[in-house]
């Protein structure tokens, strides 16, 4: 395969070098690791120079569209601006190893402590774990509190079912499939919300849970919140959070308050880390008192002065990741909720609500649909005008500066344009977007040839999508080089 | 939109065929439209008792993933393997080769019960 930009091995030159290594100690490998567990060949590493290097990433980094560089209102990802001040503090920490004795990390300790306390504090939830990787796992590790806990009252074989509604994010369903239940679907009304007659109609002693975002994918917060909570309450299933969408809500709602017994997070979005590349991310998982037994080992304990890995939680899941999570991220998240404080986590929650609602309107009135045309959170779906389709309109907008909106999904919405401009947006950058948005919509109806061609000034064009899905190719290899 | 009329239809999108004793499932010409092209078919296990409107299958294009429903309670006996290769058959020839599995009726009546050919046209006049 023929490629405009040749991946790193094939830049490599025989010999080529841009640093000396320091020469290792003579030692024993095959006593210490095993013979067999040693390589016969050295690996194909890249043998290039710095200069190659830094040149080879810095274009590679100059082809993408990011938050540094472009407007990103990529729904349900939340790319609000990832301060400087989160890199600065995460970098104090890099000297730090997870096997030196915690005695000698203490201040990475209290950081995980108080971001426990402060995640629990943000969601009205008892207790909280660090652990998970990323949001799915997150989902995953709730999941499983929801199930040791039915299992722990004579309950595990009596509730199979998971209830999902059918505008939920897709890792729902297949986090309680993972979990090891029945995935039961339940509908929308035409409000959007949740059906509560469907869902009630659902509940029974078979049902295990129902996950929930608040708001949900449609950005419309689930008004009849408290009343299907107590619906499900009342035959005892539990109610998961899915945190995805929490920065509608910062300071203003908890979940733990609508009655949810368990949440996660996504701190890569709500909480300003880097993310778009597949990770790291980081997914805590918040839970009320009666599941907080099951959290995974281990979590950060204070005992007077000292911070201490609290190991003895004898009715716990079990470990959900190799150390203590993605320690890095948690920094700059710790250190964005300092940054901002109460009152800025609540305000930034109102920016983001009103940057959402001032883009609903405006780009209504560019000719866009709005099927749930109500007051918003932070997020909201927008349909193309009649004719064009959100394929096309997200293609062309890469042509003009702009990362596309999630498309076609929620699954409910036909042709849906997911937008969520995150309140770190400014009233300038919106207005432009508009306008953008507008000359798409007029130039795409008047010439369907070229929108149906865009983007035409990307370093690649439109990608054969369904061969890529098809016949995927993940890795390099040299043979097809 | 084409809608044979020699089998039958559910509101969400599946159609059935008698074949012998068994009914045949796969989706309308409408739904494959609907989804684009397609790119896995997941299907089930075969021996796998399925109830009315069980979700049994997945259909995944490039821009969704859509479940599959048993449109009559049953077993599932036989599942399209072809698919696994070509899912694009599922596109291309959505009434023949791209059918998905086949399921031994509990009950020879249920297939009475689905929509005909112009029951099913009005679903498709109604969402589209």
Redesign the interface.
């Known amino acids: 395969m023929k490629r405009d930009f040749p991946v790193i091995f094939e830049r490599s030159r025989s010999g080529r070098r841009g640093t000396r290594p320091p020469r290792p100690p003579e030692v024993d490998l095959a006593g210490l690791l095993g013979a067999e567990n040693l390589r016969s060949a050295p690996p194909r590493l890249p043998e290039v120079d710095e200069l190659t290097v830094v040149r080879h990433y810095t274009n590679l980094s100059r082809r993408q569209v990011g938050v540094d560089t472009n407007f990103y209102p990529l729904g349900s990802c939340t790319m609000k601006y990832n301060p400087r001040v989160n890199e600065a503090a995460a970098a104090l920490f890099t000297e730090l190893h997870p096997y030196q004795d915690p005695e000698t990390a203490q201040g990475a300790l209290q950081i995980m402590y108080e971001l426990q306390e402060y995640l629990a504090e943000i969601t009205g939830m008892d207790a909280v774990t660090l652990q998970p990787a990323a949001g799915a796992h997150g989902e995953l590790t709730g999941m499983l509190l929801i199930r040791v806990y039915h299992e722990s009252r004579g309950e595990g074989e009596q509730r199979r079912v998971v209830l999902v509604p059918d505008s939920a994010h897709?890792s729902n369903p297949a986090t309680a499939s993972m979990a090891g239940y029945q995935?039961r679907?339940v509908p929308s009304g035409p409000d959007g919300e949740v059906d509560l007659d469907a869902l009630r109609a659902a509940l029974g002693p078979e049902v295990a849970a129902i996950m929930l975002t608040n708001p949900n994918t449609l950005g419309l917060f689930e008004r009849k919140i408290l009343e299907l909570i107590d619906a499900a309450h009342y035959q005892g299933v539990q109610l998961y959070y899915d945190g995805a969408n929490l920065n509608a809500i910062m300071g203003w709602a908890r979940p733990g308050d609508m009655g949810f017994d368990v949440v996660h997070l996504n701190l890569h979005k709500t909480f300003s880390t880097p993310h778009g590349g597949g990770g790291p991310g980081s997914g805590p998982v918040g839970a009320k008192a009666h599941l907080a037994p099951f959290l995974p080992v281990p979590t950060v304990k204070r005992e007077g002065e000292r911070y201490v890995l609290d190991f003895d939680r004898p009715q716990t899941i079990g470990r959900m990741r190799s150390f203590y999570g993605n320690f890095a991220v948690m920094v700059r998240a710790y250190t964005y909720i300092r940054m901002l404080g109460a009152e800025g986590l609540k305000k930034a929650s109102a920016m983001a609500v009103l940057n959402a609602n001032y883009l609903r309107k405006k780009l209504a009135e560019v000719g866009y649909k709005i099927p749930y045309d109500r007051l918003c959170k932070h997020e909201f779906i927008a349909q193309p005008p009649e004719g064009l389709k959100a394929?096309d309109v997200a293609k062309a907008l890469l042509d003009y500066g702009y990362h596309p909106p999630t498309v076609?999904?929620p699954?409910i919405v036909k042709e849906a344009m997911m937008i969520e401009p995150t309140e770190t947006e400014s009233k300038e950058t919106l207005d432009e977007y508009v306008e953008v948005m507008a000359e798409i919509a007029r130039r795409g109806l008047e010439d369907p040839e070229w929108i149906a061609h865009t983007p035409y000034h990307t370093p690649v064009r439109r990608l054969d999508?369904?061969a890529a899905?098809?016949k995927p190719v993940l890795r390099w290899r040299p043979e097809e080089g | 939109m084409n809608i044979p009329e020699d089998r039958r239809y559910t509101a969400s999108h599946e159609w059935a065929k008698p074949e012998g004793n068994l009914i045949v499932v796969g989706i309308s010409d409408f739904a494959q439209d609907s989804l684009g092209d397609v790119v896995f078919v997941e299907l089930p296990e075969v021996g796998r008792e399925v109830e009315a409107g069980e979700a049994v299958a997945v259909v995944e294009s490039v821009k969704t993933a859509s479940d599959i429903y048993a449109p009559v309670a049953g077993t599932v006996v036989e599942v399209n393997e072809a698919l696994a290769d070509e899912p694009e058959l599922v596109n291309g020839d959505p009434y023949n080769a791209g059918w998905l599995f086949k399921i031994e009726p509990a009950d020879a009546s249920a297939y009475e019960k689905l929509l005909d050919a112009a029951g099913y046209a009005k679903v498709v006049e109604e969402e589209s």
């Open positions: 897709g995935v679907e394929l076609y999904f699954l999508e369904v899905n098809r």
